[in-house]
């Protein structure tokens, strides 16, 4: 039986375009929302300290207006655990965040970073809220996820999208499978994301326990040329076509 994948929509830079002229157009709601009637299961919103493109009221509207589950992603600073806990959105996935980058450059560092989040993840959890961690591929991180007992984590995929050589790709997909292993034989749900693109997703999305990903970037970018609508469905085909083959691969 093949294990079924979602996919989580980011309309975060539906908001950058917006923001750089200011007003209320193009609006992420109205994103969220075509997503939505085109196959993501979910909908993901970085609500950054900096406000550079998701704002407050794009979470309030999100969560009084779209069906589908919102995945908040979130530094782990008070501000944005009050914001977390006001909304109470169905998930929240802590990010590292710095001023100064243009995206987030990587994962967490639970390990270093324990007593730090070990608030955060109970205050959510409480509340509700499904907490995931937002990490490198690599066991340590996994392993300190597990004791902080977030039920989540989030693998991190830009090196394997950035990777500059076939041979190097392919070492960072090794990476992303044997995390995805282990995450589940600590009992960890793992998710996938950041930079994935047509060219990319069908790897990853093989990955047989993997049950999510987040893609949001290129999706938008895709959009300016041929409509959200299609954009959506395409990688929703792309990612049930891979994660079927494997299926196959594995049965055959």
């Known amino acids: 039986m093949t294990i079924p994948l979602r996919l989580g929509v980011n309309i975060d830079h539906v908001a950058t375009i917006r923001n750089a002229r200011g007003g209320r157009h193009p ?12 196959g993501a299961d979910g909908i993901t919103a970085h609500l950054r ?4 493109h998701i704002s407050d009221g794009d979470i309030e509207r999100l969560r009084g207006e779209i069906d ?9 600073t008070e501000e944005m655990l009050a914001i977390a806990l006001r909304h109470r959105p169905h998930a ?7 001023r ?7 994962g967490l560092d639970v390990v270093a970073g324990q007593d730090h989040l070990k608030p955060f993840v109970v205050a959510l959890g409480a509340a509700g809220i499904r907490v995931s961690l937002f990490v490198d591929p690599s066991p340590p991180q996994l392993e300190a996820a597990c004791r902080l007992g977030a039920p989540v984590v989030e693998l991190h995929t830009g090196a394997y999208c950035d990777a500059p050589s076939p041979s190097a790709r392919n070492a960072e997909l090794a990476r992303l499978a044997d995390a995805a292993v282990a995450a589940a034989a600590l009992g960890l749900e793992c998710h996938a994301g950041h930079g994935l693109s047509f060219e990319t997703v069908g790897p ?4 047989p326990t993997v049950v999510e990903l987040n893609i949001g970037h290129f999706l938008i970018g895709e959009a300016i040329f041929g409509g ?3 954009a959506v469905k395409r990688m ?7 994660r079927a083959a494997a299926q196959g691969e594995r049965c055959a």
């Open 27 to 38: 609006d992420p709601v109205r994103a969220a929302r075509l997503a939505a009637a085109a």
């Open 49 to 52: 300290e900096d406000r550079r």
């Open 68 to 76: 589908l589950p919102l995945n908040l992603e979130m530094a782990a």
């Open 92 to 98: 929240a996935c802590i990010v590292p965040e710095k």
């Open 100 to 106: 100064a980058e243009l995206t987030t450059e990587g």
């Open 204 to 207: 990853v999305a093989a990955i």
């Open 228 to 230: 959200l609508d299609s």
């Open 236 to 242: 929703r085909s792309q990612m049930d076509l891979a």
